[in-house]
């Protein structure tokens, strides 16, 4: 028995291409997987982002506790928490 090959146009296989390049593209990505971070990894990163933040802004003294509050929003939001 036989097969018969089918006859596809090159017009049809390029419209199909394009329909699953298309859904690829508008496919939703997933985030990646974040791990776990203990206190203390979590606590060294809001540091460090405390300190980005008061460079930032100049060095200027007296915005501490914001600079931290700041950093800890960030981070948080990050390392999905």
């Known amino acids: ?5 089918a006859s596809v146009s090159k017009k ?10 298309s859904a690829v593209r508008k496919a939703p990505v997933a985030a990646p997987a974040r791990k776990k971070v203990s206190e203390d990894e979590l606590y060294r990163l809001i540091k460090e982002k405390a300190q980005e933040i008061y460079v930032l802004r100049g060095c200027s003294a007296g915005d501490s506790l914001d600079d931290w509050y700041k950093a800890e929003a960030i981070v948080k939001k ?3 928490l």
Request: charged letters at 30%.
């Open 12 to 21: 049809a296989v390029s419209a199909v291409k394009e329909a699953v390049v």
């Open 78 to 80: 990050e390392q999905g």
């Open 1 to 5: 028995m036989a097969i018969k090959k």
